[in-house]
């Protein structure tokens, strides 16, 4: 009789006497709660987000963090990837048209020089030696003249800041080949082989606060190295 006067332990899934039940939170504190979530959100995109990839800074915190100046450049080089970026054309199957007569007075070394560009074993090897200058935010391209399979070599360096830069190849009639770029950058070198018939070479944009001067040396199987306004 004495067991059966005896307490029962607590039922370990019922709350202990006198302890409050917990409610679940209410619709008030839920939309509290996403309200503080979308606020930050918001911060995140101004102060971080949208300088580091868009260059947009409606804060001004990105550009003292740096992010702005990371966004600028990426949208730089988007936007002369896009203005370059024109697809190769094919050429459509029409009946072969008789040979064009050559102009009245066209000399007859031009003739031969537009029939030595047809064969890459026929480029001579050039080399050049090419500066210029950049103020700040100004781009420019400089360009070699070579037909598909030649090769080149080069070197350049930045005196006075960095630039942003983008090797690749175009032609008049349509097409576009990147090779290699980067942002931020002070020098580089290497060497490529021409994808095809026409422009190969360098765009430079000067994202430093004061001009810089780039000096580039080619060598290779070219014909003409050029400045492009």
């Known amino acids: 009789m004495s067991k059966m006067n005896e307490p029962h332990p607590s039922d370990p899934t019922e709350p202990a006497p006198g302890a409050p039940a917990q409610a679940p939170p209410s619709t008030v504190q839920l939309l509290r709660w996403t309200g503080i979530a979308a606020a930050v959100a918001a911060v995140l995109l101004l102060v971080a987000v949208l300088p580091a990839e868009y260059g947009i800074d409606p804060t001004g915190i990105g550009?003292?963090?740096?992010?702005?100046?990371?966004?600028?450049?990426?949208?730089?080089?988007?936007?002369e990837e896009a203005r370059h970026a024109t697809p190769v054309q094919t050429p459509s199957a029409t009946t072969p048209s008789a040979p064009t007569a050559p102009a009245p007075g066209a000399s007859s070394s031009s003739r031969a020089v537009a029939t030595q560009d047809?064969?890459?074993?026929?480029?001579?090897?050039?080399s050049d030696v090419t500066k210029v200058t950049l103020?700040?935010?100004e781009s420019t391209e400089v360009k070699l003249t070579m037909?598909?399979?030649?090769?080149?070599?080069?070197?350049?360096?930045?005196?006075?800041?960095?630039?942003?830069?983008d090797l690749h190849a175009d032609r008049s009639e349509g097409g576009y080949h990147s090779y290699k770029k980067g942002k931020g950058a002070r020098e580089d070198r290497g060497d490529f082989v021409a994808?095809?018939?026409?422009?190969?070479?360098w765009f430079w944009r000067?994202?430093?606060?004061?001009?810089?001067?780039?000096?580039?040396?080619?060598?290779?199987?070219y014909t003409e190295v050029k400045q492009l306004d």
């Open 118 to 126: 047809a064969d890459p074993s026929a480029s001579e090897s050039k």
């Open 63 to 79: 550009r003292a963090l740096g992010l702005t100046q990371m966004g600028e450049m990426k949208a730089e080089l988007a936007k």
């Open 147 to 165: 037909v598909k399979g030649a090769r080149a070599t080069y070197t350049w360096s930045v005196e006075g800041g960095d630039v942003n830069y």
């Open 195 to 201: 994808a095809f018939d026409g422009r190969h070479g």
């Open 206 to 221: 000067n994202r430093s606060t004061a001009n810089v001067t780039i000096t580039l040396e080619t060598s290779g199987e």
């Open 135 to 137: 103020a700040p935010n």
